[in-house]
């Protein structure tokens, strides 16, 4: 059995358990919001099986390295900790509607690598053939997910927030989501995931930049715009500490903040030339 077999079977499951959350939704049902749970977890299984046997596949014909160094493996992978960082979430706080905001998310990446990418397992460039690949890649989309699972939880809130008042609760399918109160705090929850382990990403990325090039910091576009996303958070961070930034204005943020990271992650590969550009054509 091969990974890009396994690999189309992880999207089906995510595909399956999206479509289950959304009738979730409909059905105010907690088993069927159950199912949606299970069939995003083994697609996660699934994929985690694939990803482990993809870095075997690489051994096997004399590249040997992680599965980790293009766009489509990039994206896999992002799609796989997405998944991860929602279930940490549902697991720890029990909301399990969150999953047909954020389940989307994974699908799509998924999606868009098995149709639209070359899955080809090339050898490394230079530049990537360092310990510090794993490191930095690791940590750079746990934070991304993180953001992710933000963004899905913000824009709940936005809906929410758009259709109720204080004298007027939300009734009908938005009576499924929890409180505007419970969707602020998990969104802030979430950034404060993310944004340390965006802060380690910009820091071994840095330490791989010396090894690699022989300098901490260049003002390459990916370096530039990973500034931009971290400045993003940390406002976000700061206007909720010190100013009690909550509510709208803070789910506004995090999804501008979400924008901000799929721009640093695909739109400076695929569009800006630079240091990090070899990941954009594969």
């Not at 397992?121 to 310990?131: F, G, K, M, R, T």
Request: positive net charge.
């Amino acid at each position: 059995m091969s990974s890009s077999l396994l690999f189309n079977v992880t999207t089906i499951c995510y595909m399956v358990s999206m479509l289950i959350f959304f009738a979730f939704l409909a059905s105010k049902n907690k088993t069927v919001g159950l199912a949606g749970s299970l069939a995003a977890y083994g697609g996660f299984i699934i994929q985690t099986i694939a990803i482990i046997l993809r870095w075997r596949e690489s051994y096997a014909i004399g590249h040997g390295h992680a599965p980790l160094s293009n766009l489509y493996e990039s994206v896999v992978f992002f799609s796989w900790t997405i998944v991860l960082i929602y279930g940490l979430i549902e697991f720890k706080y029990k909301y399990r509607i969150v999953g047909a905001f954020v389940i989307p998310f994974a699908l799509l990446g998924m999606a868009w690598a098995q149709l639209g990418l070359n899955s080809g397992i090339e050898p490394l460039v230079p530049a990537l053939q360092s310990n510090w690949l794993l490191y930095h890649v690791i940590t750079c989309f746990l934070g991304y997910a993180a953001f992710a699972v933000a963004c899905g939880i913000s824009i709940m809130y936005l809906i929410k927030a758009g259709k109720e008042s204080d004298s007027a609760p939300a009734g009908g399918l938005l009576s499924m989501f929890p409180s505007i109160r419970i969707l602020d705090d998990l969104n802030y929850r979430a950034i404060m995931i993310g944004f340390p382990l965006l802060t380690l990403g910009i820091v071994t990325g840095a330490a791989w930049a010396n090894y690699a090039w022989g300098t901490y910091w260049s003002w390459d576009p990916k370096e530039t715009w990973s500034l931009i996303v971290w400045f993003i958070y940390a406002a976000f961070l700061h206007a909720r500490i010190t100013r009690g930034w909550v509510g709208k204005r803070a789910a506004i943020l995090s999804v501008i903040g979400f924008a901000a990271t799929i721009f640093c992650y695909l739109g400076v590969n695929l569009f800006l030339s630079g240091l990090h550009s070899y990941g954009g054509g594969r």
